[in-house]
């Protein structure tokens, strides 16, 4: 099946945007969770806000599928 | 709906005599918050009541009793007859009778552990046959007892033992590769036969635990087994007793603890009062509704003798917050404990999320099948777990919506036709990906602007219409200078480009008048949060995408016929299972996101703090 090199490229482009965002993300996930579980050790209620905390960065993803 | 209960803070004052009756009648009717008192130069807070120490001192054997009994906490009926007498003397001699149990199980216990100590020795000498009187202190006689790791040695050993003299006796066993010895010598020579033995790769072994025994191991050892099985089972026998002291005391015990927690509370209430040497003072807030009945019947108890001061809420108050929403909405109440209360001149946004929490979810997660399934599973689980009532609830309303566009987007476990019939839909969200995004975007515009307007009466109650139109107002001015710049600039309408130019930049002045600098700082946030819910269409794209592969990857095997179609069954179950609670998962979260971080930092400052009022146990 032959494709247009631009094409290729096209979707290799859009695949780095959505893997390279999701990285980032769940690299910062990681760090955001870690810290929350440490505030929910001291102080139960503050789960809720970890919990939304802990996802913000999921919008780095959104950013990167819309670019792609 | 929309508001919180209206609260009157009130104030209870009266001489001590009657603080007890007072606090009684507080805590049966369970509608006055209690607000604590600090310790100031007009009153000091007050003493706890006389029998309060008693009290907790037979609350700390009672919960003593539960723990060391195993007892776990559950509904009760059992009723308690005569009061705190019976459950103090009941406590004593059930609390007796127990720790007499358990000192008796801790001896069997210690007995059997040096038991096993002694046993182990015992095995390890039970193949060299000499009297375990032999193992002691000897002036003239020394004895090495250890290990070789590898049996040849014992015959190098015994050669060059030999060198240094003759008078010695070496007693040897192997078991699992490895030789055990016991060698006896003369006492003048202990250092050279240690330094012979050490080169050997000799591992000393010492034995502490049969000391003052006497005759062979193993007839000592058959006595030790026959002791560990005597006291194993007499330890059976004590945690049986318990087991049943803990039955038959059960229903009494949690009776007990909650009795004595809540005549305790109620001892320890004046530490929350303001107190002078012959008067208290309680500060709280009862809601409007109850009022009335509240203070009379506070009076009735009070013999007239107190004074009972009520004002509405003023505006500097904090006061806690009793949220009002009708029975359907309740369960997003759920979405407010989690994150924090409103304050009480704020809008109440549990009602709005009952309508656009399950929208979100079901736009995500919208497959009829999907729905169908989850709604079940929901159902059942909230039979299962009454407890957890409210997120089921929650849980229900948001399947219900996630069947409504499944219908919509006409989609069944991801196929859109069953049977070579094609389900109807309005937008096909495997194969129209723009319009998707288009209309999630769509619904965030929405969601938005409904959070900027809520801020705009919030902003109006607290601050005044100025306020209001300088915050929130400027941001409906900012989206339509931004809408007349993108249409004029794409010649859409005939307006110079300046006009919306200009609406931006007075939206940004009047944001830095409202808010100072964090206000126009704020405006690119626009672009952020809209986009934001392109996760709409990514998270509800993904859960298609997903389902097709599954239908499509079992096709396959159904195509290939015979033992294969079970495969492709199991395919479908498992691979859609998977996808269920990926997509249950993904769509809650995110749904809550959207409501927590775009819509509610448009209107939502809560930090308002629960009413809980006295007596009433945390549900």
Partial sequence: MAVELSTGLVALASGVAIGASAIAAAWAEKEIGVAAIGAMAEKEELFGKGLILTVIPETIVIFGLVIA | MLRPYQMSSVIITGPKNIQEDVIKEIHKQKVLHIVEHSKNELADIGMPLESASRLSEILVKARALIASLNIKKEENKFELKRGLLEVESTAKKLGEEVSANLDELKKAEALMAKDESVKQELEILKNIDIPLEYFTSYKSLAYFTGYFKDEGRIATLKEELSKITEKFMLLDSTAKKRSFIALFIDAKLKENAGDVLRKAGFIPANFVNIVSMKGNASSNLKKIDEEIKRLGKKSEEIKKRLESIGQEYKPFLLAAEEFLSEQLEKAEAPLKFAATQSSFLVKGWIPLEQLQSSIERLNKAGKNKIFVHFEPAKKEDKVPVKLKNPKHAKPFEFFLDLYTMPSYKEIDPTSIMFLTFPLLFGFMLGDFGYGLTTLALFIALKKLMPKARNFFNVLIFASLAS??????????????????????????????????????????????????????FNEMNSHGILKALFAKGSWFILETGIVLLALSALKIIILPIYIGLLMILLAAVMLFKAEGIRGPIEIPSLFSNTLSYARLMAIGLSSVVLALIINDSAKEFFHKGGFFILAGILILVIGHTINIGLGLLGSFLHSLRLHYVEFFTKFFHGGAEKYRPFGMKDA
């Fill in chain 2, 403 to 456: 069947i409504f566009f499944g219908l919509l987007f006409g989609e069944f476990f991801g196929f859109e036709e069953i049977a070579g019939f094609h389900l109807p839909h309005i937008l096909s969200r495997a194969d129209d990906i723009n319009g998707l995004m288009y209309l999630a975007v769509g619904v965030g515009i929405l969601h938005i602007n409904l959070g900027l307007l809520l801020g705009f």
